[in-house]
């Protein structure tokens, strides 16, 4: 039962930063930025 809740809330919380945009540049470890 713990573990059912516990996966629940990893759930919840996922769909939570999926709902918010994200924006920026992904850069690799030169400073150069990614295509994608």
């Known amino acids: ?3 059912l809740l ?3 809330i990893v759930l ?3 769909f939570s ?3 918010q ?3 920026g540049t ?3 470890a ?3 930025p990614l295509a994608g």
């Open 1 to 3: 039962m713990k573990n």
């Open 6 to 8: 516990n996966v629940l």
């Open 12 to 14: 919840l919380s996922s």
């Open 17 to 19: 930063l999926f709902a």
């Open 21 to 23: 945009s994200v924006a």
């Open 26 to 28: 992904v850069t690799d």
């Open 30 to 32: 030169d400073g150069n």
